[in-house]
């Protein structure tokens, strides 16, 4: 059986890699792209944003069974925002320290659920070994020590040594007690490159895992950079982001003798987290300012415990949970919501299914799983309204989806990723949520949304013939990697 290498790279989009493409200036992508198999149009989960992405990556579920609900959501057992690190100003009011042990420790130990299994694990238990290079999903049987540089101690106040779990080899740049780090340069490992938390350091642990002679089965290696560069700059200017991306690859390959031998040797799979959608220069009209919106309520602010509050509001960037604290306040917070037009989707639960509302207009339609009609990923549901405005289109019992793709099964995946009552709303294209002390992205790029913007991925497989389901969406990957391995 060959190896398998596995690309996640954060924010790579299909309309970047084909602008690349056509100005020659990807070759390594091209060459992957060329000999294997391509698809502009892998569907990712929703909310887009990277904490419940990784988490169906690796279990390829989504968040109503794996339980990880965004980047930021609430927990009403602890009363507390959980946030895993998005926004310097909003972890430093949560807590630097609170924020550190949720992405470090409690992720993969306590929030991922003990009901689904991750890919790690289950190529353990076959016989298989096992990398993990600065993914923040990577729960595997194997403890690991965490060793945080000084300065983080000190920041965080996290308890160095502590363990937690993973694959036979795992790494979160210089936050581990590895050996690894011995033979990265230091200066990849330093605060100004997030601690190792970056491609080049990444790609440094990538190759001299292939060149050690005891290559693991399977490699999942994270490149964050890009993610960076396309928040800043925005999508209309991301080719040089991706360009910097393709030459990390040319590394990899260059590992080999050849390009050839490489893809003889091992099956390379490269997939993107999520897209990204160009935000608004003007902060008055493209920021959808959640706070004064919602000021006729009690909100609770960031670092207060609830008391006596109506909501509290989770911002993720192109969309937000809203949870109301009060049962009696849930359908006037989600007429407030509906009045604005820039929100895009209104979602929450209803009985066994969901409802959801057009902002601005109004138009509404109920939905929940098992019925006649069938869509293009062999889900069975039953529709009562107006799905139009969802951009579906019913042929003859079949749904085939436009600009929301996977839209039923992604909003019933987050509504349900909680048994507590919650809204989800997201922005419409080129509109950002805003909220006091939550990054902004304006003139940038931003995600979270279920807009094909942020949705549509590419995936690319070289070095087998193995046919994955088609169409692809993330949380298949999980088992196709798993049939290679077991022979299909």
Request: contains cysteine.
């Amino acid at each position: 059986m060959k190896k398998v290498i596995l690309f996640l790279v954060d924010s790579l989009m299909p309309e970047i890699l084909d602008d690349c493409r056509r100005h020659r200036t990807v070759p390594a992508l091209n060459f992957l792209i060329e000999r294997g198999k391509f698809w502009p149009d892998c569907v990712t989960v929703f909310p887009t944003m990277t904490a419940s992405v990784d988490s169906s990556l690796l279990t390829g579920v989504y968040p109503d069974r794996h339980k990880v609900p965004g980047l930021v959501w609430y927990d009403p057992e602890k009363k507390e925002i959980i946030n895993y690190i998005n926004g310097l100003s909003t972890v430093w009011k949560l807590g630097i320290g609170k924020c550190a042990r949720n992405v470090i420790t409690n992720l993969n130990e306590v929030h991922l659920s003990k009901e689904v299994t991750t890919l790690f694990e289950e190529l353990a238990d076959r016989g298989k070994t096992s990398a993990s290079i600065n993914a923040i999903i990577h729960r595997g049987h194997k403890k690991h020590r965490v060793k945080l540089p000084f300065l983080l101690q000190v920041a965080t106040r996290f308890q160095s040594y502590e363990d937690i779990s993973g694959p036979e080899v795992l790494t979160l740049g210089a936050l581990l007690d590895t050996d690894l780090n011995q033979q990265i340069p230091a200066h990849l490992q330093r605060a100004t490159k997030m601690y190792g938390i970056n491609d080049e350091y990444a790609v440094h642990v990538t190759r001299l895992l292939i060149q050690s002679g005891d290559q693991p089965d399977f490699i999942l290696c994270y490149l964050p950079d890009n993610d960076h560069e396309v928040h800043r700059k925005n999508p209309a200017h991301a080719e040089a982001a991706l360009i910097k991306v393709d030459h990390h690859l040319q590394e990899i390959l260059n590992t080999f003798s050849s390009w050839d031998e490489a893809i003889e040797e091992c099956v390379f799979i490269v997939i993107s987290d999520h897209g990204q959608t160009r935000i608004g220069k003007s902060r008055r009209e493209f920021n959808i300012d959640l706070d004064v919106l919602l000021h006729s309520f009690s909100m609770v602010e960031l670092g207060e415990q609830p008391n006596h509050h109506d909501v509290v509001v989770c911002n993720n960037e192109r969309s937000a949970y809203v949870y109301p604290l009060k049962p009696e306040i849930e359908k006037q917070l989600i007429d407030k919501l509906a009045a604005d037009s820039r929100i895009d989707i209104i979602a929450w639960k209803e009985e066994s299914g969901v409802r959801v509302r057009e902002g601005g207009s109004g138009r509404e339609l109920f939905y929940h799983p098992g019925g006649q009609l069938t869509d293009v990923y062999g889900v069975s549901w039953t529709l009562n309204g107006d799905y139009a405005f969802l951009d579906l289109y019913i042929q003859q019992w079949f749904i085939e989806y436009g600009d929301y793709p996977d839209v039923l099964s992604r909003i019933y995946g987050a509504l349900y990723s909680q048994g507590i009552p919650l809204i989800v709303v997201t922005a419409r294209p080129r509109y950002e949520f805003k909220s006091r002390f939550y990054p902004k992205h304006n003139n940038g790029g931003s995600h979270g949304s279920l807009h094909k913007y942020d949705s549509s991925i590419p995936l690319i497989i070289t070095g087998t013939n193995e046919a994955i389901k088609n169409p692809p969406r993330l949380v298949d990957v999980k088992n196709y990697i798993l049939q290679l391995f077991d022979g299909f």
